[in-house]
């Protein structure tokens, strides 16, 4: 066979509908002409035969020489990076934010200075709890990361759906997250908080209280990512041109309202569809039905502060949008799927510190703390400093720095020049600082003996979580004495159900002794005794409710139809219209996923098979 082109030995065949070449062992080879481009190793060696290792004849062993196999299997070896450690199940999609009006009175962020000016954005979805391969509509957290490509530099603003946390001081998140995820003796469960970990910590942990009403709340199983409302959870500043500081707090509400599911829903979603969301947003974007969120801005000043019942720095409490109302000042809107998964959705890395000129942080100890562990936690991630070159985190503005080699260097930096201050002028200088532009911190003054204490009013771990559930419908507040009693009914110990049940006796008595009823606890413990005394008479919030504030129109639902043969075509047709004018999807739910023979004989394509569409999709 010396040389005889390998080509020579293929012949054509046909599997089904597709035409491919074969070779004589029957693999299938494809290969380039026209604008199909050919297939080169890393180092651009153009590929003879993708199908067979190099060997000794047709039967001998595999030669160590082959570099296109050596290379193709080292790639694969290394393919996966560490998922994160928590929010590791994620969905991205790029858009676009829209200044509504120029807010120059309250930031100098060039994002707020010009109305109707768009800015790059990136927003990554995800649950909290799970790993990588979980479930999307398990009983969890949803993260709603916002990465902002602006003028001066990237803003991140990394939050949840849910506006407060688990826990006050970063310090103890490690303990948090250990005790969600899978127990270290046997590996279960995860994507839950049904087991004794979680519950054992919570009830330990009376700050986790407020948190535990609203995870036990049907906000962790919504309907859609569309449905859902985003919060920066932590209070910020915002500083403008003259110095002046106001506190901030970050809300993103979904033009289509907010809507969940239902527990037995979710069930059955899992196994129907485990991508359930992901597939939801990939949709609505691919038909154009692009999703909108509206900044809301809380602003308060330091009087305020001082003045509130609660310590704006502790992330486990709100201020009630009846206290502060919501400004509106721009939109989000998703319009752009991502082109590779990889190298965008799990490649970006949301830091809290990512802030612009114009935004500052609060003293809030879970800020602070989480400052250190994003930008820390992208090392390990992602293996080199240089993750922020990466096309998905580099921002879009021009951006110069002296900051240096490293693993996968892959910016290539010209000159003698790698410091300042230099001797050097001009661009053989390279970039000099810039007073009047750069970024300053607020000049807040701080004193005191280092400790380590909590402020007083961090103490009260009670009030808000029952006033978010004397803020729910009836139905609302049934759904989560549910959740109670189904998550704490898969707690072993009873001590741990016990206990959690006298905290519950501080949010509302009823609420304590249903849930109590529903363990069948022999007799119900006595109320856990309150850091502070519990606030009994705060209003209740109408914005905390999902049911009060629903969707308004049809528009992002989806419609199942089932029909079969013989059905009328002419009204099919007419309800498609009339659903898609209102802005929902109409799906066919037939006998075959071929499809239905209409009474006119037409051919219907349907997008569900009866047995394999349950009307939960």
């Not at 009873?494 to 002794?513: K, P, Y």
Request: proline share 6%; with cysteine.
């Amino acid at each position: 066979m010396a040389g005889k082109s390998r080509a020579d030995n293929l012949a054509p065949a046909q599997l089904g509908n597709a035409e491919i070449l074969r070779a004589e062992g029957g693999e299938t080879h494809q290969v380039a002409g026209g604008e199909v481009p050919v297939l080169t190793t890393q180092q651009g060696v153009p590929v003879a035969d993708d199908q067979n290792s190099l060997r000794i004849g047709s039967r001998g062993p595999t030669l160590l020489e082959d570099f296109h196999f050596r290379e193709k299997i080292f790639h694969f070896d290394h393919e996966r990076i560490p998922e994160r450690v928590v929010h590791a199940r994620g969905f991205g999609a790029h858009g676009f934010f829209e200044t509504y009006e120029s807010l120059s009175d309250l930031t100098r962020a060039d994002i707020f200075q010009r109305a109707g000016e768009k800015t790059p954005a990136f927003v990554r979805f995800s649950t909290v709890a799970g790993n990588k391969g979980s479930v999307d509509l398990a009983r969890d957290v949803r993260g709603f990361a916002v990465k902002l490509y602006t003028r001066e530099g990237n803003w991140d603003i990394v939050g949840n759906n849910i506006p407060v946390f688990f826990i006050q001081d970063a310090i103890k998140f490690p303990d948090m997250v250990h005790a969600v995820k899978q127990e270290p003796d046997r590996g279960f469960p995860q994507a839950q908080t049904a087991h004794d970990n979680f519950w054992d910590f919570i009830s330990l942990t009376p700050e986790s209280i407020n948190m535990a009403l609203w995870i036990m709340s049907d906000r962790t199983i919504p309907r859609s990512f569309r449905f859902m409302e985003g919060f920066g959870v932590h209070t910020f500043r915002l500083v403008n041109a003259d110095g002046k500081s106001t506190f901030v707090k970050f809300h993103w509400k979904p033009k289509l309202g907010l809507q969940s599911v239902v527990w037995n829903e979710a069930v059955k979603l899992n196994g129907a569809d485990p991508d359930y969301h992901r597939r939801d947003l990939w949709d609505a974007i691919q038909k154009g039905d692009y999703p909108e969120w509206e900044l809301g801005l809380q602003l308060f000043d330091e009087s305020f502060a001082q003045k509130f019942e609660f310590d704006v720095l502790d992330a486990t409490k709100i201020i009630p949008e009846e206290v502060i109302p919501i400004r509106k000042v721009g939109r989000l809107v998703l319009d752009r799927t991502v082109d590779n998964f990889y190298a965008e959705t799990e490649q970006v890395a949301f830091c809290t510190q990512n802030i612009v000129p114009g935004v500052d942080f609060s003293n809030d100890p879970l800020l602070q703390g989480r400052n250190f562990s994003y930008l820390d936690t992208q090392l390990k991630r992602l293996g080199s400093p240089n993750f922020t070159y990466l096309p998905i985190n580099a921002p879009k503005c021009p951006f110069h720095t002296f900051q240096q080699d490293g693993h996968m260097a892959f910016i290539n930096p010209k000159g003698r020049v790698n410091y300042e201050p230099n001797s050097w002028g001009g661009t053989m200088g390279g970039p000099r600082e810039a007073p009047d532009r750069g970024f300053r911190s607020f000049p807040v003054e701080e004193g005191g003996p280092k400790l380590r204490v909590r402020a007083e009013l961090f103490a009260d771990h009670y009030s808000q979580a029952r006033q978010f559930y004397f803020s729910q419908t009836p139905t609302e507040q049934t759904h989560i004495k549910d959740a109670f009693v189904f998550e704490l009914s898969k707690v072993e110990t009873t001590a741990i159900r016990s206990r959690m049940v006298s905290h519950l006796l501080n949010v509302d008595e009823e609420l304590g002794r249903k849930v109590a009823d529903g363990l069948g606890l022999q007799e119900t413990p006595k109320p856990a005794e309150p850091a502070r005394p519990v606030l009994k008479n705060l209003p209740t919030s109408p914005a905390l409710s999902i049911i009060r504030n629903g969707p308004s129109s049809f528009k992002g639902r989806k419609l199942g139809v089932l029909a079969t043969d013989g059905t009328d075509g002419g009204l099919l047709a007419a309800l498609k219209e009339a659903v898609e004018a209102e802005g929902a999807v109409i799906e066919l739910v037939a006998p075959k996923v071929g499809g239905i023979t209409a009474s006119d004989g037409t051919v219907v394509p349907a997008q569900q098979k009866i047995n394999g569409g349950p009307s939960v999709l």
